[in-house]
Nanobody
Framework: QVQLVESGGGLVQAGGSLRLSCAAS????????MGWYRQAPGKQQRELVA????????NYADSVKGRFTISRDNVKTTVYLQMNNLKPEDTAVYYC?????????WGQGTQVTVSS
């Protein structure tokens, strides 16, 4: 079983930056995909971006393209999301995911609030 621990959320003013981290532990299969999703109040959860253990990444969601950057450290089995130029519409709970084939594990979520 895999456990995910997220950190780095908080309150920030518009235009500011935050860096989210998600560390995986437990029964880690070396071939995996880690990613970030978010869910804003009253909206569906949406994928932002993901990166495989080999380094390939999915396309960024249009809403965050050019502002958010995903990276990962395979030694630490940790994925990061650098969020720059944050906007009030980025306010959401951000979730980390860890996927091996068709099995996905979710982090507990971390709140990001962007004030105008």
């Amino acid at each position: 079983q895999v456990q995910l621990v997220e950190s780095g959320g908080g309150l920030v003013q518009a235009g500011g930056s935050l860096r989210l981290s998600c560390a995986a532990s437990g029964n880690i299969f070396s071939i995996n995909v880690m990613g970030w999703y978010r869910q804003a109040p009253g909206k569906q959860q949406r994928e932002l971006v993901a990166v495989s253990s080999s380094g390939g990444s999915t396309n960024y969601a249009d809403s965050v393209k050019g502002r958010f950057t995903i990276s990962r450290d395979n030694v630490k089995t940790t994925v990061y999301l650098q969020m720059n130029n944050l906007k009030p519409e980025d306010t959401a709970v951000y979730y980390c995911s860890f996927r091996v084939y068709d099995r996905t594990t979710w982090g507990q979520g971390t709140q990001v609030t962007v004030s105008s």
